[in-house]
């Protein structure tokens, strides 16, 4: 039997809304900001679908990291700065949900909410991951972008 968990984080990066957006809308730059991606690979997709196949390297006891292919549609909302996400992966396990970006003057609050959906034996494996990858994701984010900006506000990107 299957259980869905939603949970969320947001964060405040020293970027625009519009950087932001177009960092989340690019499949490639998931690579360095999801901790466990090691491959992504752009597949076609219509109706403004960005789809893509990855690798994960999924740590388990510790030391051995094992190879899970994923499935992952992204639908970029450009009037609404939101992007949204769908991800599918071995054993059933799925993740839904959306980043969306907050203009705040030259910054942006970003907030990711995720719903993830698997067996409940598998529960207490995959949503301590799935948190940790979040968190991660938005603080390599927020180092990102604000590495990409000098002081005087030009993009050294």
Same mark, same amino acid.
């Given at each position: 039997?299957?259980?869905? +968990?939603?949970?969320? &984080?947001?964060?405040?990066?020293? @970027?625009?809304?519009? /950087?932001?957006?177009? !960092? *989340?809308?690019?499949? %490639?730059?998931?690579?360095?900001?999801?901790?466990?991606?090691?491959?992504?690979?752009?597949?076609?997709?219509?109706?403004?679908?960005?789809?893509?196949?990855? +690798?994960?390297?999924? &740590?388990?006891?510790?030391?051995? @990291?094992?190879?899970? /292919?994923?499935?992952? !549609? *992204?639908?970029?909302? %450009?009037?609404?700065?939101?992007?949204?996400?769908?991800?599918?992966?071995?054993?059933?396990?799925?993740?839904?949900?959306?980043?969306?970006?907050?203009?705040?003057?030259?910054?942006?609050?970003?907030?990711?909410?995720? @719903?993830?959906?698997?067996?409940?034996?598998?529960?207490?494996?995959?949503?301590?991951?799935?948190?940790?990858?979040?968190?991660?994701?938005?603080?390599?984010?927020?180092?990102?972008?604000?590495?990409?900006?000098?002081?005087?506000?030009?993009?050294?990107?």
């Amino acid at each position: 039997m299957s259980r869905c +968990v939603r949970f969320e &984080r947001e964060i405040a990066i020293a @970027a625009p809304a519009d /950087r932001v957006f177009a !960092e *989340l809308s690019e499949p %490639t730059r998931f690579l360095g900001l999801q901790p466990l991606l090691a491959s992504v690979e752009e597949l076609p997709a219509v109706n403004g679908v960005r789809a893509f196949a990855a +690798v994960e390297r999924v &740590r388990v006891l510790g030391a051995i @990291a094992l190879p899970s /292919r994923l499935r992952v !549609e *992204l639908r970029p909302r %450009t009037g609404e700065h939101r992007v949204e996400f769908a991800t599918r992966a071995p054993l059933g396990i799925a993740l839904a949900g959306a980043f969306t970006i907050e203009p705040r003057g030259d910054a942006s609050i970003v907030r990711e909410d995720v @719903a993830l959906t698997c067996s409940r034996w598998l529960l207490g494996f995959v949503l301590p991951q799935a948190i940790r990858a979040q968190e991660a994701l938005l603080a390599n984010l927020k180092d990102r972008l604000e590495s990409a900006v000098d002081p005087a506000g030009e993009s050294r990107a």
